[in-house]
């Protein structure tokens, strides 16, 4: 199945040029222009279990080594700067593809944060990590008997 765009008409719009609408139509929403428009800023999921404060980023077609995770205080910073040159020399001329992938996420981190329990780990294109509480923040749980 196919979706095609149908041009709408408005009340006296295509009363000059018939085409001149539907040429900037097409040219403000051809996806080449808006692709490049965009920021692209992968999704984040955050959550907290008992013993620890959890990032997962969603990042795909990365490597380990594209990562540079910073601690700075209480700021957490995770970027990427990847870049990638593809040349395929075909004929008499040569034809070049750049692709540049750079972003940069911080998080604050809170005052429970233990600094020397910071692991992160990089599994099918999601960046997990995790930052351990303070022994002091892991609220033990127990069971107390109504009196």
């Known amino acids: 199945m ?9 009340v006296n719009s295509d009363a000059v040029n018939p085409y ?3 040429i900037f139509d097409n040219f403000f929403n ?4 808006t692709d490049r428009l ?3 800023v992968p999704a984040v999921n955050i959550f907290e279990t008992q013993d620890a404060f959890h990032v997962e980023l969603a ?3 990365l490597q380990k080594s594209d990562f540079k995770i910073n ?5 957490i910073t995770i970027s990427v700067e990847k870049k990638e040159e593809h040349v395929s020399e075909e004929k008499l001329y ?5 692709s540049y992938l750079s972003f940069t996420r911080s998080f604050s981190l809170p005052d429970t944060v233990n600094y020397n329990s910071i692991d992160a780990t990089y599994t099918d294109g999601v960046l997990n ?3 351990g509480k303070k022994e002091e923040a892991i609220v033990a749980k127990r069971l107390i008997e109504v009196k």
């Open 2 to 10: 196919a979706l095609i765009k149908f041009p709408t008409k408005t």
């Open 20 to 22: 001149v609408n539907n």
């Open 30 to 33: 051809d996806s080449f222009i």
């Open 38 to 40: 965009v920021t692209r």
């Open 59 to 61: 990042a795909p077609g």
């Open 71 to 75: 601690v700075d205080k209480n700021l």
């Open 94 to 98: 040569s034809k070049r593809e750049f």
């Open 129 to 131: 990590v995790s930052v």
